[in-house]
């Protein structure tokens, strides 16, 4: 058994000799290099690449005969939208302009750039029919069901001859 000698024996400071990093919190740590990473994206990549696409919020809503998709794109013009159906996905890209603004600004936290918002549709919807509206800086896109789709209301007829009484 003398052959597993156990670390603690070892007091000449090895344990000591582990990297310094880890004497800090690794979570500051880990913030700090998100930070320098999507700062380093962002020198990088200029703002203007299509790559780093955001996605805008989104509500879908479903009545008995369509699809509704609403979705926030405060002010967005209609000519700066694009919306396609590509078999049975639904994507929407555009772009935000920036602003041109006077004087210098103090803390920016709307998206601008190139958007792009995916939606897989379910199978049975009328890719056809599919249509968009804006107002108020919100796109509803409305995606009609096919008739396969739609509740059918089945009339229940009542059988005339009621000569059995279950009592």
Known sequence: MGMTTPVRCHRGGTMQERPLGWARNPLTEFDQLLSEMSGLIESTVGGAAPAVAWTPLADVTESDDAFYIEIDLPG?????????????????????????????????????????????????????KINGQMSDGVLTITVPKAEVAKPRHVEISEKSESTESSG
């Open 76 to 128: 967005v013009k209609n000519k700066d939208i694009d919306v396609e159906v590509n078999g049975q996905e639904l994507v929407v890209t555009g772009e935000i302009k920036e602003k041109e603004r006077k004087g210098g600004l103090r803390r920016g936290a709307r998206r601008t750039g190139a958007f792009e918002y995916r939606l897989r549709l379910p199978g049975e919807v009328d890719t056809e």
